[in-house]
């Protein structure tokens, strides 16, 4: 379903539109992201794309997103994109519709998870993965840094969420679930957006038989660990999955069915690693190419922690390396769009109406950009985020999480774990960059640093 502002608003829009097949034209499926960055950058705030007789409309100005983050007035919409995904995630709570019964149930059975003190209980083993990161890199020279962070994060919430190890450290290759997951996700955002009658079954015809082995490899995944832990007793972990399933078990109001159980597996095994893992890539990528920045973090890292772990209290101690977190963030949200739909008739920003059911995608990272962060917004500058800074900009520019009930159930997780591993790097290895590297961003579900390597010692050899 295609965005559908009322006919009779005019908004600007790539030129050298085609018949049928729209605005196409020097843009790339590949890079939907950063082409929209390019043409709001050229357009403005909001703006039209038409493909293939859809029309997309793309906002990213502070006051607009302001209107449309309104939670008396708006609500998530499933963009295509991410309801294509919905043949692998299914009424999970990233691909739910709102008025779905299950994601009211899994919100309210599944948040008290992800409080301050739930953070405490997952401490030990987000410490526990941050050190194998560090043993594993003493055994190498250059590292990838986007794969090994990946690795990173996929083990962590394997082990805090479901009490499960993917071996992560110890595999010679990456797990097989990375892979199946990227093209999984790919393919079914493609998929999804690219509906031309007979000639996209044609087109995808080799990619949906191997969609369909990998969806068959996920379900086995989820399949062994839901086994494993019935094998080894519900209700000792209390983790994520035991939440589900003792809930099940005990006829709790909340209590999700397998099916579902299953779907929810899925989406904090996808949501939960690959967010974080472009988060910490893109924040070492900037951070490895600033030595005057990493030794101030570095400096702080041994002011807060000293040199031994830290506890849970000390992690927030650290803020400039939560404010090198934010900017990473502010540049390349690793999830970058959300999209709105109106609850009825309503106007946003000086005269832009939208009828009750038309949608609109907030463009993340072009939002991060608005005039309101001041001069040279490319630029990586984690001073935007001092407390002054933050006070002076509107509370709507900053949204790497999305907005309202529906944003991220995991982000205080997310954060946590960002900054124990960034800090376990600063406390624990000096990194080199290929001053030859430009950064390439990769675009799938999420945002991440392609080919971005790094050489890595010991700290001070």
Same mark, same amino acid.
């Given at each position: 379903?295609?965005?559908?502002?009322?006919?009779?608003?005019?908004?600007?829009?790539?030129?050298?539109?085609?018949?049928?097949?729209?605005?196409?034209?020097?843009?790339?499926?590949?890079?939907?992201?950063?082409?929209?960055?390019?043409?709001?950058?050229?357009?403005?705030?909001?703006?039209?794309?038409?493909?293939?007789?859809?029309?997309?409309?793309?906002?990213?100005?502070?006051?607009?997103?302001?209107?449309?983050?309104?939670?008396?007035?708006?609500?998530?919409?499933?963009?295509?994109?991410?309801?294509?995904?919905?043949?692998?995630?299914?009424?999970?709570?990233?691909?739910?519709?709102?008025?779905?019964?299950?994601?009211?149930?899994?919100?309210?059975?599944?948040?008290?998870?992800?409080?301050?003190?739930?953070?405490?209980?997952?401490?030990?083993?987000?410490?526990?993965?941050?050190?194998?990161?560090?043993?594993?890199?003493?055994?190498?020279?250059?590292?990838?840094?986007?794969?090994?962070?990946?690795?990173?994060?996929?083990?962590?919430?394997?082990?805090?969420?479901?009490?499960?190890?993917?071996?992560?450290?110890?595999?010679?290759?990456?797990?097989?679930?990375?892979?199946?997951?990227?093209?999984?996700?790919?393919?079914?955002?493609?998929?999804?957006?690219?509906?031309?009658?007979?000639?996209?079954?044609?087109?995808?015809?080799?990619?949906?038989?191997?969609?369909?082995?990998?969806? &068959?490899?996920?379900?086995? +995944? %989820?399949? $062994?660990?839901? =086994?494993? /832990? *019935?094998?080894?007793?519900?209700?000792?972990?209390?983790?994520?999955?035991?939440?589900?399933?003792?809930?099940?078990?005990?006829?709790?109001?909340?209590?999700?069915?397998?099916?579902?159980?299953?779907?929810?597996?899925?989406?904090?095994?996808?949501?939960?690693?690959?967010?974080?893992?472009?988060?910490?890539?893109?924040?070492?990528?900037?951070?490895?190419?600033?030595?005057?920045?990493?030794?101030?973090?570095?400096?702080?890292?041994?002011?807060?922690?000293?040199?031994?772990?830290?506890?849970?209290?000390?992690?927030?101690?650290?803020?400039?390396?939560?404010?090198?977190?934010?900017?990473?963030?502010?540049?390349?949200?690793?999830?970058?769009?959300?999209?709105?739909? &109106?609850?009825?008739?309503? +106007? %946003?920003? $000086?005269?832009? =109406?939208? /009828? *009750?059911?038309?949608?609109?995608?907030?463009?993340?990272?072009?939002?991060?950009?608005?005039?309101?962060?001041?001069?040279?917004?490319?630029?990586?500058?984690?001073?935007?985020?001092?407390?002054?800074?933050?006070?002076?900009?509107?509370?709507?520019?900053?949204?790497?999480?999305?907005?309202?009930?529906?944003?991220?159930?995991?982000?205080?997780?997310?954060?946590?774990?960002?900054?124990?591993?960034?800090?376990?790097?600063?406390?624990?290895?000096?990194?080199?960059?290929?001053?030859?590297?430009?950064?390439?961003?990769?675009?799938?579900?999420?945002?991440?640093?392609?080919?971005?390597?790094?050489?890595?010692?010991?700290?001070?050899?």
């Amino acid at each position: 379903m295609a965005t559908t502002l009322a006919p009779d608003v005019s908004l600007p829009h790539p030129p050298r539109r085609l018949p049928v097949l729209g605005d196409v034209l020097g843009v790339h499926v590949a890079t939907p992201v950063q082409d929209s960055i390019r043409l709001a950058r050229e357009l403005g705030p909001i703006f039209e794309r038409v493909v293939l007789g859809n029309r997309f409309v793309v906002v990213s100005g502070v006051d607009l997103v302001t209107d449309l983050n309104d939670e008396r007035r708006f609500t998530k919409h499933l963009a295509p994109a991410v309801a294509g995904l919905r043949s692998i995630g299914g009424d999970g709570l990233f691909t739910a519709y709102s008025d779905e019964p299950n994601w009211r149930k899994a919100h309210d059975l599944l948040r008290p998870a992800f409080t301050q003190a739930a953070m405490r209980t997952y401490h030990d083993t987000m410490v526990e993965v941050a050190g194998e990161l560090m043993s594993y890199w003493r055994t190498r020279d250059h590292v990838d840094v986007s794969a090994d962070m990946t690795k990173l994060t996929l083990e962590t919430i394997g082990r805090t969420a479901f009490s499960y190890s993917f071996d992560s450290f110890t595999r010679t290759e990456r797990h097989p679930f990375v892979g199946a997951m990227v093209r999984t996700l790919t393919h079914n955002q493609r998929r999804a957006v690219i509906t031309v009658p007979v000639l996209s079954d044609l087109w995808f015809r080799d990619r949906d038989r191997r969609n369909e082995q990998d969806k &068959a490899y996920l379900a086995d +995944v %989820i399949d $062994d660990i839901v =086994r494993t /832990r *019935r094998d080894h007793g519900v209700g000792a972990e209390n983790d994520l999955l035991d939440i589900m399933l003792t809930a099940a078990r005990d006829a709790d109001p909340n209590a999700l069915d397998e099916v579902n159980i299953r779907h929810q597996i899925l989406t904090f095994l996808i949501a939960g690693h690959e967010t974080t893992s472009g988060a910490l890539s893109f924040a070492l990528y900037y951070l490895s190419r600033d030595p005057e920045l990493w030794e101030r973090a570095r400096a702080e890292i041994d002011e807060v922690w000293g040199d031994e772990p830290p506890t849970f209290e000390r992690v927030a101690k650290a803020r400039l390396v939560r404010r090198i977190l934010d900017e990473a963030l502010r540049l390349w949200p690793t999830a970058p769009g959300y999209a709105r739909e &109106a609850l009825t008739d309503t +106007v %946003i920003g $000086d005269g832009y =109406r939208m /009828r *009750r059911g038309d949608w609109a995608m907030v463009l993340i990272p072009g939002l991060h950009r608005d005039p309101v962060w001041g001069a040279n917004t490319d630029e990586f500058d984690p001073d935007r985020f001092l407390s002054a800074a933050v006070r002076s900009r509107p509370a709507q520019a900053y949204k790497p999480f999305g907005t309202g009930e529906r944003a991220c159930i995991g982000r205080q997780f997310a954060l946590h774990e960002a900054m124990i591993v960034l800090g376990t790097v600063l406390q624990n290895v000096d990194v080199r960059p290929d001053p030859n590297y430009r950064l390439r961003v990769e675009e799938r579900l999420t945002l991440m640093p392609k080919g971005f390597e790094v050489q890595v010692s010991p700290r001070g050899r």
